[in-house]
């Protein structure tokens, strides 16, 4: 892992969550200090987020307070406390399809909880904010591959929705006080310790106990998917990377990706798109087991296909993800027999 080098202390919000576990390993492994973040909700097994947990609390240099980032006057002493050099801001609530029968839960989570980390850093400044966007930003737009420097207001999900508007509301605050704001547009990420909710889980499962998965829209459906290595090297990377002013940025034509603020935003992606087959393919091999396949209807939210264009994240920091699925399928077989205690040929 690149060595950050230029802090030392680093709050994580989400760390019990997939991406926050791995990113916040990556810290300590690197000898930083991290202060994680986590309300536990039990949006999916809690048990898992407890694993999580409890691994990274065998470290000397992790604390972790149970918090919901809601409630800003919990958060705020946090950071009065810790006074972290560095926010990864990856607590939010997750999902495409739960938005649309649990809507309230984004606003809390995604809209004033971010706006609590936002405030947090206003009154203990920090060195930078990194936060989780999402590639659903990118909703309707069907030019491939999503650029950050296109527009992305036409969301298609609420979920993507408040995603959009925390890159909203971290520019405001880049403009109003100067925080040094970097937003991650992550792509269908997959891999050790992910989430039951994501489709790649559900088919390994089901897969294993030999039930039917469901497959929407198997023949149109493509993505970009991220090993979970990738987005957390990219992440640590740009730790250390604070978002500058663009001197070249023009009002009169905005590059939605850069600002006069301290303000930007990357894609981290694959760059590969894949089939949804192909995916489900891959997985079966990994398993030894062919998939009972229901097919059904692309369901409300969904996008066809996400492809990202990384080039900014590689000229920013020397690195792309590249870890096919062919490697990171396999990886994550493993580990799911493992941590179910499900034997080989089983």
Same mark, same amino acid.
């Given at each position: 892992?690149?060595?950050?080098?230029?802090?030392?202390?680093?709050?994580?919000?989400?760390?019990?969550?997939?991406?926050?576990?791995?990113?916040?390993?990556?810290?300590?492994?690197?000898?930083?200090?991290?202060?994680?973040?986590?309300?536990?909700?039990?949006?999916?097994?809690?048990?898992? &987020?407890?694993?999580?947990?409890?691994?990274?609390?065998?470290?000397?240099?992790?604390?972790?307070?149970?918090?919901d980032?809601?409630?800003y006057?919990?958060?705020?002493?946090?950071?009065?406390?810790?006074?972290?050099?560095?926010?990864?801001?990856?607590?939010a609530?997750?999902?495409?399809?739960?938005?649309?029968?649990?809507?309230?839960a984004?606003?809390?989570?995604?809209?004033?909880?971010?706006?609590?980390?936002?405030?947090?850093?206003?009154?203990?400044?920090?060195?930078?904010?990194?936060?989780?966007?999402?590639?659903?930003v990118?909703?309707?737009?069907?030019?491939?591959?999503?650029?950050?420097?296109?527009?992305a207001?036409?969301?298609?999900?609420?979920?993507?929705?408040? &995603?959009?508007?925390?890159?909203?509301?971290?520019?405001?605050?880049?403009?109003?006080?100067?925080?040094?704001?970097?937003?991650?547009?992550?792509?269908?990420?997959?891999?050790?310790?992910?989430?039951?909710?994501?489709?790649?889980?559900?088919?390994t499962?089901?897969?294993?106990?030999?039930?039917?998965?469901?497959?929407?829209?198997?023949?149109?459906?493509?993505?970009?998917?991220?090993?979970?290595?990738?987005?957390?090297?990219?992440?640590?990377? %740009?730790?250390?990377?604070?978002?500058?002013?663009?001197?070249?940025?023009?009002?009169?034509?905005?590059?939605?990706?850069?600002?006069?603020?301290?303000?930007?935003?990357?894609?981290?992606?694959?760059?590969?798109?894949?089939? %949804?087959?192909?995916?489900?393919?891959?997985?079966?091999?990994?398993?030894?087991?062919?998939?009972?396949?229901n097919?059904?209807p692309?369901?409300?939210?969904?996008?066809p296909?996400?492809?990202?264009?990384?080039?900014?994240?590689?000229?920013?920091?020397?690195?792309?993800?590249?870890?096919?699925?062919?490697?990171?399928?396999?990886?994550?077989?493993?580990?799911?027999?493992?941590?179910?205690?499900?034997?080989?040929?089983?």
């Amino acid at each position: 892992m690149h060595n950050p080098g230029t802090f030392q202390r680093v709050l994580v919000t989400g760390a019990a969550g997939f991406v926050g576990f791995h990113v916040t390993q990556a810290l300590l492994d690197a000898g930083i200090e991290v202060r994680g973040v986590d309300n536990l909700t039990p949006y999916y097994d809690p048990a898992l &987020k407890q694993a999580r947990l409890d691994l990274l609390l065998g470290h000397e240099r992790f604390t972790f307070d149970q918090q919901d980032i809601s409630d800003y006057e919990g958060l705020e002493a946090i950071f009065a406390a810790f006074r972290p050099q560095v926010v990864i801001h990856l607590g939010a609530q997750a999902g495409v399809r739960y938005s649309l029968d649990n809507p309230r839960a984004y606003a809390s989570a995604n809209l004033d909880g971010f706006l609590s980390v936002l405030e947090a850093c206003r009154r203990h400044p920090v060195q930078h904010l990194v936060y989780a966007s999402s590639s659903s930003v990118y909703g309707a737009n069907a030019k491939v591959p999503f650029s950050e420097h296109d527009r992305a207001d036409h969301p298609v999900s609420l979920y993507a929705a408040t &995603k959009r508007a925390n890159e909203l509301m971290a520019h405001s605050y880049a403009h109003l006080y100067g925080i040094r704001t970097t937003g991650l547009r992550f792509f269908t990420v997959y891999g050790p310790w992910g989430r039951p909710d994501m489709a790649y889980f559900k088919f390994t499962k089901a897969i294993l106990e030999g039930r039917p998965i469901d497959v929407y829209d198997e023949a149109k459906m493509s993505r970009d998917f991220t090993y979970v290595d990738d987005i957390r090297e990219a992440i640590v990377r %740009l730790a250390g990377l604070p978002a500058e002013p663009d001197p070249a940025f023009d009002p009169a034509k905005p590059d939605p990706a850069t600002a006069s603020a301290p303000f930007r935003v990357y894609n981290i992606g694959n760059h590969t798109p894949l089939r %949804l087959d192909r995916f489900i393919a891959v997985i079966e091999e990994a398993c030894g087991r062919k998939a009972i396949k229901n097919h059904l209807p692309a369901q409300p939210g969904d996008v066809p296909a996400t492809y990202a264009d990384v080039s900014g994240l590689a000229a920013r920091t020397g690195f792309s993800p590249s870890t096919p699925i062919e490697v990171g399928i396999p990886r994550f077989v493993a580990w799911y027999r493992d941590f179910y205690g499900i034997p080989a040929g089983a």
